[in-house]
């Protein structure tokens, strides 16, 4: 089992910015990939961001492309996600994922539906 605790969402002004942490706790994080998705009321989850298990590896929704930044500090557990250049279209429930990626792409949600996920942190944008 892991477990996910995310922190570091609030209300921003658009142009802002927020560092989202997801602390893990459980069996050795190194093993995991880790991603962020978020969710608009009345939307589906979607993807955000992924960082593999050593952070060689990331990759990015077009949505965010330039303005989001995935990292990871394996000795502490943790996994963040810097946002800047916030926009009203950000607004959501951000939520982080870990899981075991075998041949699968990390940009699919579906791909983590059987990892670990956390409870979700808002985030407001306001314009």
């Known amino acids: ?17 927020l560092r989202l942490s997801c602390a893990a706790s459980g069996r ?9 998705f978020r969710q608009a ?10 960082i593999s298990w ?30 800047n250049s916030l926009k009203p279209e950000d607004t959501a429930v951000y939520y982080c994922a870990a899981n075991v990626l075998v041949r699968l792409d990390p940009r699919h949600v579906s791909s983590w539906s059987n990892g670990y996920w956390g409870q979700g942190t ?6």
């Open 54 to 83: 050593n952070g060689g590896t990331t990759y990015y929704a077009d949505s965010v492309k330039g303005r989001f930044t995935i990292s990871r500090r394996n000795a502490k557990n943790t996994v963040y996600l810097q946002m």
């Open 28 to 36: 050795t994080f190194s093993n995991y990939a880790m991603g962020w």
């Open 41 to 50: 009321p009345g939307k589906e989850r979607e993807f955000v961001a992924s």
């Open 122 to 127: 808002q985030v407001t944008v306001s314009s």
């Open 1 to 17: 089992q892991v477990q996910l605790v995310e922190s570091g969402g609030g209300l921003v002004q658009a142009g802002g910015s």
